[in-house]
């Protein structure tokens, strides 16, 4: 952390300061500069709020200097994560882009068995499908419940994929980590900290999504959270931003592909459907994320999207799916790596 | 809703649009105009998902007319509701202004006592303080838990503040309705639908704080999720929201006051210390929130801010808090209400 | 600036760093922390790009220290300034809070003249008036022109008032400063740094609006740009800002009132017309910017708003702009200062 | 445009929206739904502002429905437009993807001459370079002016790439046209429409950088001011927006290149190097770019990015620069495109 002080700052506002820092148990290394001093607070209290320290008089700013993570970071360890998922056990973080797809809700066993099959066959290997929806209007469709797990697991049964769902609260943790592969903490939960800490204790992979106005810090932040309760199979998962943007539901920012890659170790994947809400948009915004060096896509796939409960919007037809996944493989080729 | 036809759209796509909302219980009535054909559907069905017909051959986009929540708008309650809170029962969207001050977290009973006697000497007429904390960090304080819920009731039996703290989860929500008056719903919470339930379900007073980067509608329906448990006692609460300044911590738009007045029956406080995370603008930002019409505020006060074990850079002392007071005062009965 | 250095950067990066540092002319000062190196750099170089520094091997991130701007800033001057407009010199800056009102555009003499009397009479001390308008829109109502500029002479001559134009070329500088008292910078022209300095030679006051998505420290330097060629007057004026807030047109975030304060020796005003967008939330927000210790208001008066030719839906008629100003004088009486 | 009654508006309120509609020269359609009435207007007024009906008593909103602009729309023109550019006359739009590199600003001959050869030789067709540089800082480099401009046509002969450089002011329009092939609009200068029509009139082509918080429409819009002056050569850019990202300068919202293909005739780059801020994301968001279906590129390259005198933490090396076209050619022949 380094403290700036306001132009003129007196000594003993300087000096207060200085004991300030060091009774957080930090060193303290004071710059003489030609407008202000600066104080330079040395060690590591990731953990303690420093911001109090703007209250002393005459300090103009605190400026961080450590991330506020660091089991997530590149600090900690160097080297890719790799996070296997599924039956087949698809090596996310590997090199290798893997595809997860399927409807935003389990509506029935028909329409979830015709679409896990599609997209098996479209190269998938993650079958994705809510049974809790979290669902803005209190009047809408929230899913089947377990009914809606056991579908899940008897595609997987019949497909191989992984599946992929939703945890909405901590009582469902457990029920949840019984039937999925892979246990998705939505972009509306990712403050959630009891969340977390549930989903971290069943040991699953955790697909954790981004909140819809996280910054890149909050987003790690999260990771650590699971990280930090011992489980490590940490996949993040980028899923579109607010902005002014109206065109779009959600603005997708792409460059946090590679801010990940440079920051941490863990895999990242891109969610076209939310992160744009409109389904026209969707096999393009694919093709940019597997370019841009994401380790995966995950995608609503739809039988009949505009007979869709929830998200009919930004749900591909399987036969739209189909295609885009052979451009999406070209392009995984094209970058030297594999689908 | 009204279905926005692409120019061009041929008949048999806007017949196949016709049948797709009648599908969904509502009427149709087309309308051809010079450049596109538009077809308004008629009848309520806030909980169906309309966006699907996005997808549907020769649509161009979809315009909601309705708003989606109904319970918390004026259409079903003209005159604003009023909601009784503590021991006094003091009357917020009665027209007094009503002010909740106290630390971010409960540190100990000292410095909660001391706070308590503080801002009820200024004039509060609430008693804020966490005893679970949401933090971003893992490795932060997360807060005392039910003993500092017991600290709070202490509070409230020496001084007659009505006692307002956060639920995190949906485990602690009847714990802490067993001892506070006004349940808090914090702002990475309003989208947790069980928490809200739960909530609900404890019949107390809440207190729902906008997300961070939730819509106006988002923030009613969250309300709507409340009040659709059959808890009429809601109290809206704007905290600031995520945008490109940096200035701040939070941008408060003030202006989310007369939108709620004009569109729903509840009440809004306005919370001027997470709305600009620094101490310095906080009492400029009191008087702006009850010059613009909010029904009350909540404001971190902490007898020693420097120190402070979570938001100390926007807490403010007790002189200033007191200092400030007096102002809000002043304003209020500036604008034909009393304090 | 501080300069800091990834984990485990090495000597020869941290050399070359610092070699990079010094040929910009400034002195470096390495710190040696626990988990990586930072550097400061000690000297007020405000004017060179010292980004570029990211892109040698080690660095992590770069971390400026001082404020870009320096005339505006009270590093330069610790006291308010004071800006004289008009026929009556009304003093912005000195404590005593002034309004300009009028119409969007100047749409023809009787509809002027009109509003002229009816704002004065409310107590604004200027009129504002469009007679060149920037439209984002190429085929909609572009202004009256140099004919505008002699009506709203004409205004000034009849009520006092001081006239408030917006400039939008460089080419119509000389001519509006002819006929103006107080030259508009507008916010699409925030950034236009010839227009700027076209402006600032004039030696007329200028007001100037902060574009709808610039910083403080942006909107600040276009500050600067005026007052670096030699014209002091310039007043600050928010208008709002783009978020993701659509009950809106834009979002108004008061909090820059106590910031610019803070930081900086200019007055600033508020335009809650523009501000919100909508005339139902402009007496609210006049109240509340007031009460967060604006300077003063500039205000869109229409005598019929629903046939306004622009800005239509955010005009307040006479008779609203009345009734506001007797609210705005009671809370400006109420925080001790005169209207 | 459809009109929104409030809940329970009067017939006499009805009957004077329907006034105010049939003065703009507009016909009426009023719908009485189950909750509410709302008013179609029928007919093409896109220039008329119609917001003010807001102000009428009983309305609730205004929802437009035609784009405000006609010229930049399929609805004028199906297929998409091709625009020629610079001696060899490279088609953009026309399914081929050009890429545009140089450095930011020219410093000196030596400087850009080593660029042009090192870009040509990685499949560039043409050559970017400013002459003239908006700066937020008044005090930092400006650009070399017309000389500069001599030194990218001498570059052009040597190369026949295609000379890329800002117009800055209506003053230097001509005398930029004289030496570009392509004359761009910044970002900060979309608004401004003086120099829209100024830039037009010297019937070049020219290059549109979307403002940093425009709106699809605006930015649409300012190509109508362009395409309405006789000016058919537009090339739209995306160049990034504001959000609340602070690891990036700016956030790349790519899905505005299938919005703009559904939308618009018109071709569109996408520039990494604004649109990220930072020179180790450009490579991926090249790929990501010409992946989604983009146009073209423009990309910031100099010989030494650490000593650049703008924009050096953007800038690639042309090593760097090299590579990433290799990558981008696989990407562009794996959509059955060609570089």
Sequence with gaps: MIVVMEPGAKDQQVDHVVKLIEEMGLQTH????????????????RN????PIEQAPGVEKIVPILSPYKRASKELRAEPSTVAVGPAGFPFGSGRVGVIAGPCSVEDRGQLIEVAHAVKEAGAIGLRGG??????DPYSFRGLGEPGLEILAEAREQTGLAVTTEVMGVAEAELVAKYADLLQIGARNMHNFNLLMAVAQTGKPVLLKRGFSASFDEFLLAAEYILSEGNQQVILCERGIRTHETYVRNTLPLAIV???????????????SHGTGHAYMVPSMCRA???????GLIVEVHPDPEHAL?????????????????EVRRIVEAIGRTL
């Design 30 to 45: 004071p710059i003489y500069g030609t407008d202000r001093t600066v104080i330079a607070a040395i060690g590591d209290k």
């Design 48 to 51: 303690v709020d420093k911001y």
């Design 131 to 136: 049974a809790f929806k979290p669902r803005t």
């Design 258 to 272: 590679p801010a990940v890659k440079r920051r941490s170790h863990l895999p990242i994947l891109v969610d076209p």
């Design 289 to 295: 994320a597997v370019a841009a060096g994401a380790d």
């Design 310 to 326: 929830t998200d009919g919007a930004q749900s591909l037809t399987p036969e739209v799916f189909g295609e885009t996944m052979q």
